[in-house]
């Protein structure tokens, strides 16, 4: 091996500001998440977590500043984009399952639309993709005949049929009944454990320490803190750190 340039991060955010209208809801972020990394954003509510996650999968414009996923800069529109959303699995708190099809279907259907993978072949992939985040059993059924945790699982590996290079959480367990959310949190460690990319907006806490590499801390559209979960957890520097941490621990 020869010292090659390091491989650009998966995610890098640079400068990045957003407003809804006058509301200034990202200011100036920068961010760097490399491959195999599992980034936790923490903030209070309405601090920008999930204006954060949107812009990354472009579902969002931003104002200003440069958002690249594996070295290459968002494209705008048109078929550029469907390859971006591709490359970004994305998963929400409201599972957003197609409630029509089974869960099978769901998680084969846009390989088909989308990659142009042959019927049989994204059938097989999903069914290999169900049975990662341990729900084969519920292959035939409807969204609406799963339980939550289940369903936030095929919400997972529908994402996953994609072969995406990062996988984006967006309070992926705060819809849950809480006997459900450490299946969730399991399957997602799995995941961080095979080396995806990951970047999780939570409020698990216990989720934060044991599977991220870094925690970013958001409050008032700022990253005010970007560091391991233990000085984060231990010793943080901001007083809005602090406030945020005596009331959620
Ligand atoms: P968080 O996910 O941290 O709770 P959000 O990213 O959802 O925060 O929101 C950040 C700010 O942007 C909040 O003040 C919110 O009210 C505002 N906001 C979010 N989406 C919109 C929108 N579509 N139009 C106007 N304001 C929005
Ligand atoms: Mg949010």
């Known amino acids: 091996m020869t010292a090659a340039t390091p491989a650009p991060p998966m995610i890098r955010m640079e400068g990045v500001d957003k407003f809804f209208?006058?509301?200034?809801?990202?200011?100036?972020?920068?961010?760097?998440?490399?491959?195999?990394?599992?980034?936790?954003?923490?903030?209070?509510?309405?601090?920008?977590?999930?204006?954060?996650?949107?812009?990354?999968?472009?579902?969002?414009?931003?104002?200003?500043?440069?958002?690249?996923?594996d070295g290459k800069p968002l494209p705008a529109e048109g078929k550029a984009?469907?390859?971006?959303?591709?490359?970004?699995g994305m998963v929400f708190q409201q599972f957003n399952l197609f409630a029509h099809k089974t869960i099978a279907d769901n998680v084969a259907l846009a390989p088909v639309k989308v990659?142009?993978?042959?019927k049989g072949e994204a059938r097989q992939?999903?069914?290999?993709?169900?049975?990662?985040?341990?729900?084969?059993?519920?292959?035939?059924?409807?969204?609406a005949q799963l339980s939550g945790g289940q369903q936030q699982r095929a919400a997972i590996a529908r994402a996953l049929a994609m072969k995406?290079?990062?996988?984006?959480?967006?309070?992926?367990?705060?819809?849950?009944?809480?006997?459900?959310?450490?299946?969730?949190?399991?399957?997602?460690?799995?995941?961080?454990k095979e080396g995806m990319t990951m970047l999780v907006v939570t409020h698990e806490m216990g989720f934060a320490r044991r599977a991220a590499n870094r925690v970013v801390f958001m409050s008032?559209?700022?990253i005010v803190e970007d560091s391991t979960p233990d000085v984060f957890f231990t010793a943080p520097k901001s007083d809005?750190?602090?406030?945020?941490?005596?009331?959620?621990l």
């Open 125 to 143: 992939h999903a069914m290999g993709l169900l049975e990662r985040v341990g729900i084969t059993d519920q292959a035939e059924k409807y969204p």
């Open 21 to 69: 209208g006058d509301l200034h809801v990202l200011k100036d972020i920068n961010i760097e998440v490399p491959a195999g990394q599992v980034v936790v954003v923490l903030g209070p509510s309405g601090s920008g977590k999930s204006t954060l996650c949107r812009a990354i999968n472009r579902l969002e414009p931003i104002n200003q500043g440069v958002i690249e996923v």
């Open 220 to 222: 008032d559209g700022e």
């Open 240 to 248: 809005r750190a602090k406030d945020f941490l005596g009331k959620i």
């Open 115 to 118: 990659r142009k993978m042959n």
């Open 81 to 88: 984009l469907a390859g971006l959303r591709a490359d970004v």
């Open 164 to 192: 995406p290079k990062v996988m984006l959480f967006d309070e992926p367990t705060s819809a849950l009944d809480p006997e459900m959310v450490q299946e969730v949190l399991d399957v997602m460690t799995n995941l961080a």
